[in-house]
Protein backbone atom coordinates (compact mmCIF):
# COMPACT_ATOMS: atom_id res chain seq x y z
CA UNK A 1 0.00 0.00 0.00
CA UNK A 2 0.76 3.80 -0.37
CA UNK A 3 0.77 6.17 2.77
CA UNK A 4 -1.01 9.53 1.72
CA UNK A 5 -0.90 12.33 3.02
CA UNK A 6 -2.63 15.91 2.33
CA UNK A 7 -2.21 19.03 2.71
CA UNK A 8 -3.03 22.85 1.18
CA UNK A 9 -6.59 23.24 2.94
CA UNK A 10 -8.14 26.32 4.56
CA UNK A 11 -10.75 29.38 4.43
CA UNK A 12 -11.27 30.95 1.59
CA UNK A 13 -13.87 33.41 0.20
CA UNK A 14 -16.61 32.58 -2.43
CA UNK A 15 -15.13 32.63 -6.15
CA UNK A 16 -11.78 32.06 -4.41
CA UNK A 17 -8.98 29.63 -5.27
CA UNK A 18 -7.28 27.18 -3.65
CA UNK A 19 -4.60 23.96 -4.80
CA UNK A 20 -4.81 20.43 -2.69
CA UNK A 21 -1.54 18.31 -2.47
CA UNK A 22 -1.21 14.90 -1.63
CA UNK A 23 2.34 13.55 -1.35
CA UNK A 24 2.38 9.87 -1.41
CA UNK A 25 5.13 7.31 -0.17
CA UNK A 26 6.48 4.53 -1.95
CA UNK A 27 8.13 4.02 -5.24
CA UNK A 28 5.07 2.36 -7.08
CA UNK A 29 3.14 5.89 -7.08
CA UNK A 30 3.23 6.08 -11.33
CA UNK A 31 1.37 2.57 -10.83
CA UNK A 32 -1.91 3.64 -9.26
CA UNK A 33 -5.11 5.65 -10.28
CA UNK A 34 -5.39 8.45 -7.96
CA UNK A 35 -8.86 10.21 -6.89
CA UNK A 36 -9.59 13.21 -4.87
CA UNK A 37 -12.90 12.92 -3.01
CA UNK A 38 -14.76 14.52 -0.13
CA UNK A 39 -17.33 14.54 2.70
CA UNK A 40 -19.27 17.61 3.91
CA UNK A 41 -20.72 17.50 7.20
CA UNK A 42 -23.70 15.13 7.49
CA UNK A 43 -23.33 13.98 4.19
CA UNK A 44 -21.60 10.83 3.03
CA UNK A 45 -18.47 11.09 0.96
CA UNK A 46 -18.56 11.45 -2.60
CA UNK A 47 -16.33 11.03 -5.63
CA UNK A 48 -14.51 14.41 -7.12
CA UNK A 49 -12.10 13.55 -9.16
CA UNK A 50 -9.68 11.00 -10.73
CA UNK A 51 -6.59 10.81 -12.98
CA UNK A 52 -4.71 7.77 -14.73
CA UNK A 53 -1.71 6.39 -14.15
CA UNK A 54 0.30 8.72 -16.68
CA UNK A 55 -1.95 11.95 -16.20
CA UNK A 56 -3.33 11.34 -19.71
CA UNK A 57 -6.99 10.43 -18.71
CA UNK A 58 -9.19 12.69 -16.08
CA UNK A 59 -12.77 12.25 -14.87
CA UNK A 60 -14.39 14.50 -13.14
CA UNK A 61 -17.91 14.65 -10.74
CA UNK A 62 -20.51 17.23 -12.35
CA UNK A 63 -20.77 19.38 -9.92
CA UNK A 64 -16.75 20.32 -10.06
CA UNK A 65 -16.60 19.93 -14.03
CA UNK A 66 -14.93 23.09 -15.30
CA UNK A 67 -13.62 24.59 -12.04
CA UNK A 68 -11.73 21.79 -10.49
CA UNK A 69 -8.51 20.47 -12.27
CA UNK A 70 -6.86 16.91 -10.94
CA UNK A 71 -2.93 16.24 -12.11
CA UNK A 72 -0.08 14.74 -10.97
CA UNK A 73 3.33 15.13 -11.01
CA UNK A 74 5.18 10.99 -10.53
CA UNK A 75 8.57 12.35 -10.62
CA UNK A 76 7.49 14.12 -7.13
CA UNK A 77 5.08 11.42 -5.96
CA UNK A 78 2.25 13.94 -5.48
CA UNK A 79 -1.23 14.44 -7.03
CA UNK A 80 -2.94 17.67 -7.29
CA UNK A 81 -6.23 19.67 -6.77
CA UNK A 82 -6.55 23.04 -8.13
CA UNK A 83 -9.92 24.88 -7.31
CA UNK A 84 -11.28 27.41 -8.62
CA UNK A 85 -14.35 29.45 -8.44
CA UNK A 86 -15.09 27.59 -4.82
CA UNK A 87 -18.32 27.90 -3.73
CA UNK A 88 -19.74 27.38 -0.34
CA UNK A 89 -21.35 24.04 -0.84
CA UNK A 90 -17.66 22.59 -1.43
CA UNK A 91 -16.92 23.24 2.02
CA UNK A 92 -15.87 19.67 2.79
CA UNK A 93 -12.84 17.42 4.29
CA UNK A 94 -11.17 16.83 0.90
CA UNK A 95 -9.49 13.11 0.65
CA UNK A 96 -7.09 11.61 -1.95
CA UNK A 97 -7.16 8.32 -2.46
CA UNK A 98 -5.28 5.66 -4.49
CA UNK A 99 -6.46 2.92 -6.72
CA UNK A 100 -5.07 -0.34 -8.05
CA UNK A 101 -7.62 -2.72 -9.76
CA UNK A 102 -10.22 -0.40 -9.51
CA UNK A 103 -10.38 -0.06 -5.83
CA UNK A 104 -9.64 2.66 -3.72
CA UNK A 105 -6.94 1.02 -1.16
CA UNK A 106 -4.85 3.63 0.17
CA UNK A 107 -6.36 7.03 1.79
CA UNK A 108 -4.68 10.16 3.19
CA UNK A 109 -6.15 11.62 6.45
CA UNK A 110 -7.89 14.35 4.62
CA UNK A 111 -7.79 18.04 4.95
CA UNK A 112 -10.60 20.75 5.22
CA UNK A 113 -11.81 23.00 3.35
CA UNK A 114 -14.20 25.81 3.89
CA UNK A 115 -15.48 28.00 1.90
CA UNK A 116 -17.40 30.97 2.77
CA UNK A 117 -20.07 33.46 1.34
Known amino acids: QVQLVESGGGLVQAGGSLRLSCAAS????????MGWFRQAPGKEREFVAR????????YYADSVKGRFTISRDNAKNTVYLQMNSLKPEDTAVYYC??????????WGQGTQLTVSS
Open 51 to 58: ISWSGGGT
Open 26 to 33: GRTFSSYF
Open 97 to 106: AAATGGTYSS
